[in-house]
């Protein structure tokens, strides 16, 4: 893995080596990638010191630095697939196509180009794949080594000294465009191999986690010409240094005997070629890896446009006649009222159960059974029944989920991937001034067991656990008096005041946790993609990449969401511009990397989440985008169904119909509502939804009457293709379409290497973490120097600066009397005052409450002999 550096390229560098993110598996799989992290995190601890670190942390720190600098380089490791001498990869991987960014016009890439048995002129190639990030500088010194092997290995076989053929592919990732692509391939000491290697930009992660653990690089993975993937190398700085160790011998022995370097590796795998020339039939294929669930391919879900839609067309949301409903929502498991200011809303893809978002309680409600009306006969006019309200929380949802403003369901993965996004600049309920450590949290909403190929958690990884920390399930346990807490599988913080989220059910990545988020403090677009979550209970956040649109301006109205929502038929992203008017039209696949966000690459943006060069934070620009749809009076909610764009209008508590690619519109309803939020359409019956954030019975629904009938789908077509601008121009008025090409400066780009800057707080200063801190002088006076985002890193649910989940914090405001006793690194438990009980102290004691029973029935019988005398 690649360490914080503060060289520049021309300077010698020494590949180094955080945290368990979401585990592989269980056993010594787990324990390598614990190791793989752990000796990177503490090979930078020397640099990422805060100001306010104790002095003995700095010196222990400093010493494990030095110590773990002199271990030897982890050994790379797989990806999805790994080695094998019989099984080819599956025809997902080798058919997937690879935008390449050097040399410039070729087109793109796949594995399957190479394979034997698929090309016309039968030729037998071998295929190297080597992993790189942008920011890396042992990447960077690594690169030059690796093309005197691209001319060695390619002089040999053009000479007849091999047989075969021999092609070299390169992952390039985190800010790649044409100019860095070349600029990467004319790094100081680098061959021109420009005939026998390519530079793909690697931005959805689509090539690297196939074949590598993302984590550890540089590395080399060698493909055979029958589409094996062989064997895997680390960088070859390694390599060189692993020759007269026993690393040497374990190397050649998990190549299968092919040698331990890469040059040995594709000899033995080009003799092969006429040594052992046939290829295994189509049963010898490894099984298909889709941790994110079955991924629709875009050319089988593109749009095919058809006839302009008429204005006077039925839309089914609507009907012909119609009606206004509310939900009747039974009492909360936690809260009383169902609803607390309800900004959101969505249905969860399995269960049918409609989850909402409340801005007051930092929590959310499940309306359980809502959808159960979509199967009856003749559920048109029906209302829609409740079975149960409860509530869903996390332990610190005064962080997680604090003032949430917009929630979103992702992938269609088992594990059903929520995520909520809020709008707070975290001041932990008014205790602290507000820092801004604020982001979009992903949570797993099915207990699923697994890996991180299969998807799911293994065992002991708990998404849903109790106070304590204990595994609960919120499902089997619903009638139980405990609250079972759900817990946060990834956070990233480059978004605070969040206005709204949407994920983008795009088939290119391979985790399928994209979403475009409505960035309200900076009144921008960001593009957040989690790849591969840490899962519970781990900080390492260097697997990730957030792209902002700076040049698209939206603005933002405190208070009311500008939700998102995403088309995956013509990827379009559309964005409630709240105080602009309007909604905007963004084409998700558009857009050029311009330059580095984060500020330690010379970027205007503050690095919250990871200094790792494997952390993307980036500028994006050139991205085609028009108001879709203007002069509406303060648009909130967004939701899709076919053709039809539904749009709810805070200002006027209108829902209003637009034709999706056209922007007609088609219709209006009149909810009534006084504060209308967010939208959500019922996916069996097509029933639109909303939030009412004033009222008691917050939820309502378009209550269709009269159906538009049998032909309604027909009645409003496809429409035209979406009108995108033949060139972008940036609603700020800086232009951000800049040349990008291979004759750009960008070359300036790569002379900038990764470097940690000082912070004192978040996830990029993690010294002082562990149980001192929360026993800090600083923490102990809950000064302004005691940081909560480190009391909660640091396995603090429950401290003196932190809101008391035991007294009134997971119940209505007086309900829980109790004291939190903190639990390190688990959670808490509560301590009851006298005369209370249950695992927030939320009831009163029987004899107490025959107390207060007959203290209350005293004063009703004495109110009642006061108004009789009158």
Request: net charge negative; glycine share 10%; hydrophobic share 40%.
């Amino acid at each position: 893995a690649c360490p914080a550096d503060t060289r520049g390229m021309g300077e010698s560098s020494t590949p180094g080596r955080g945290d368990v993110r979401r585990a592989p598996g269980r056993g010594d799989e787990r324990r390598a990638a614990h190791a793989r992290r752990s000796v990177r995190r503490a090979s930078r601890g020397a640099m990422t010191f805060s100001t306010t670190a104790f002095s003995s942390a700095r010196r222990w720190l400093a010493v494990a630095a030095v110590f773990a600098l002199s271990l030897p380089s982890p050994a790379a490791a797989s990806g999805f697939y790994a080695p094998s001498s019989t099984l080819r990869l599956p025809d997902a991987v080798l058919d997937a196509a690879h935008d390449v960014a050097y040399p410039s016009g070729t087109a793109p890439v796949r594995l399957s180009d190479y394979h034997h048995a698929r090309r016309d002129d039968a030729e037998k190639f071998v295929v190297v794949v080597a992993t790189y990030f942008t920011g890396c500088t042992p990447g960077r010194a690594d690169y030059p080594s690796f093309t005197k092997y691209v001319t060695a290995l390619r002089t040999r076989v053009d000479a007849g000294d091999l047989p075969g053929n021999v092609k070299f592919v390169v992952s390039l990732k985190n800010g790649v465009n044409e100019g860095v692509a070349k600029a990467w391939a004319e790094i100081d000491g680098a061959d021109d191999v420009s005939d026998s290697l390519v530079i793909v930009d690697d931005r959805h992660r689509s090539l690297v986690y196939q074949l590598f653990d993302a984590a550890v690089h540089p590395a080399y993975a060698v493909i055979d010409h029958c589409g094996r993937y062989r064997a895997l190398l680390p960088s070859i700085a390694e390599t060189l240094n692993a020759t007269t160790n026993a690393n040497a011998n374990a190397g050649a022995e998990e190549n299968g005997g092919l040698g331990n370097d890469l040059v040995s590796v594709v000899e033995a795998l080009l003799r092969e070629t006429e040594t052992n020339p046939a290829c295994p039939g189509d049963d010898a294929v490894a099984p298909l890896v889709a941790p994110a669930g079955v991924r629709v391919k875009q050319e089988e879900s593109a749009h095919v446009p058809g006839a302009v839609p008429s204005t006077d067309a039925c839309v089914p949301g609507f009907g012909t006649e119609r009606s206004v409903a509310r939900v009747g929502a039974p009492a909360g498991s936690n809260f009383l009222a169902p609803f607390a200011s309800p900004r959101a809303l969505a249905f969860h893809p399995t269960s049918g159960d409609l989850w909402v978002a409340n801005q007051d309680t930092d929590a959310l409600t499940v309306l359980r059974g809502i959808s159960a009306y979509a199967k009856e006969d003749g559920a048109v006019g029906k209302n829609p029944r409740v079975e149960a309200s409860t509530h869903r929380l996390d332990r610190a949802r005064y962080h997680y989920m604090d003032a949430v403003a917009a929630l979103a369901f992702g992938s269609d993965a088992e594990g059903a991937p929520l995520v909520t996004c809020q709008e707070s600049e975290n001041d932990y309920d008014g205790s602290k001034a507000p820092n801004r450590f604020m982001g979009p949290s992903l949570y797993d909403t099915v207990k699923v067991e697994g890996t991180v190929k299969t998807g799911g958690w293994p065992r002991g990884a708990e998404i849903y656990v109790d106070q304590a920390g204990a595994a609960c399930d919120p499902e089997s346990d619903a009638s139980s008096d405990a609250t079972c807490f759900m817990t946060h599988t990834d956070m990233l913080h480059a978004t605070p005041l969040c206005a709204g989220i949407a994920h983008d059910p795009e088939p290119a990545t391979p985790f399928a946790n994209v979403f475009w988020v409505n960035d309200g403090l900076n009144e921008t677009l960001v593009r957040y993609d989690f790849e591969q979550p840490h899962g519970p209970g781990s900080l390492d956040h260097s697997l990730a990449n957030v792209r902002r649109f700076p040049e698209i301006a939206l603005k933002r109205v405190p208070g009311v969401p500008g939700h998102v929502v995403v088309d995956a038929a013509t990827r379009t992203v559309f964005v409630a511009d709240v105080g602009g008017g309007r909604v905007v039209a963004v084409h998700a696949d558009s857009g050029v990397f311009t330059g580095d966000a984060r500020n330690d690459l010379g970027g205007n943006f503050t690095l919250w989440s990871s200094p790792e060069p494997s952390f993307e934070y980036s500028l994006f620009g050139c991205a085609s985008h028009y108001a879709f749809v203007s002069n509406l009076d303060r648009p909130s909610g967004l939701a899709l169904r076919e053709n039809v764009l539904y749009v709810g209008e805070h200002g006027t508590g209108k829902i209003l119909a637009f034709h999706k690619t056209t922007g007609v519109k088609l219709g209006e309803v009149q909810t009534g509502a006084s504060r209308l939020f967010g939208l959500a359409v019922q996916p069996e019956t097509g029933d639109v939804f909303f939030a009412d954030g004033d009222d008691a019975d917050a939820v309502g629904f378009v209550n269709v009457t009269a159906p538009c009938g049998a032909d309604a789908s027909a009645a409003i077509p496809s429409g035209p293709a979406m009108a995108w601008p033949s060139s972008s121009e940036s609603d700020t008025g800086v232009p951000y379409c800049v040349d990008t090409s291979a004759e750009s400066p960008f070359a300036d780009a790569l002379n900038v290497a990764v470097h940690t800057i000082s912070h004192d707080d978040g996830y990029l200063n993690m010294t002082p973490l562990g149980p001192g801190y929360g026993a800090s002088e600083a923490c102990l006076a809950c000064s302004n120097e005691c940081d909560n985002d480190m009391l909660l890193m640091s396995g603090f649910l429950c401290h003196k600066c932190l809101p008391d989940n035991c007294r009134g914090g997971v119940f209505d405001a007086g309900v829980s009397k109790g004291t939190c006793v903190n639990l390190i690194g688990r959670g808490y438990e509560c301590a009851c005052d006298e005369g209370y009980h249950g695992d927030h102290c939320q009831f009163r004691s029987r004899a107490e409450t025959r107390f207060l029973h007959r203290t209350l029935a005293t004063a009703i019988a004495a109110a009642a002999a006061v108004v009789s005398l009158r």
